[in-house]
């Protein structure tokens, strides 16, 4: 079992900067894929990036390349997301996940197991 806490989100004007951090406890977090998701009012939950169990893949949706980097700290078993030129657009409840160990970095929702309770991005215009 994965327990997952997410941390930094918070009320930003556009062009400004969030780092949102998730940390794993439980059962050792660093063979695990993680990703970030995000779900806006009267959306559907959609990803944002995964970073592989070993930090040396990453992989993102369009709509953050360029804009949004994740990394991960193995030894302290947190996962980052840094968010820059935040838009509008941006603002939704942002979810920290875990993958099957050791598996493959994926941008599917249900290939991941363990959830974390969210944190508020608002991003004013």
């Known amino acids: 079992q994965v327990q997952l806490v997410e941390s930094g989100g918070g009320l930003v004007q556009a062009g400004g900067s969030l780092r949102l951090s998730c940390a794993a406890s439980?059962?050792?977090?660093?063979?695990?894929?993680m990703g970030w998701f995000r779900q806006a009012p009267g959306k559907e939950r959609e990803f944002v990036a995964a970073?592989?169990?070993?930090?040396?893949?990453?992989y993102y949706a369009d709509f953050v390349k360029g804009r949004f980097t994740i990394s991960r700290d193995n030894a302290k078993n947190t996962v980052y997301l840094q968010m820059n030129s935040l838009k509008s657009e941006d603002t939704a409840v942002y979810y920290c996940?875990?993958?099957?160990?050791?598996?493959?970095?994926?941008?599917?929702?249900?290939?991941?197991?363990?959830w974390g309770q969210g944190t508020q991005v608002t991003v004013s215009s």
């Open positions: 996940a875990a993958g099957r160990p050791l598996s493959r970095v994926t941008n599917r929702s249900r290939d991941y197991d363990y």
């Open positions: 439980g059962r050792s977090g660093s063979i695990y894929p």
């Open positions: 970073i592989s169990w070993s930090g040396s893949l990453t």
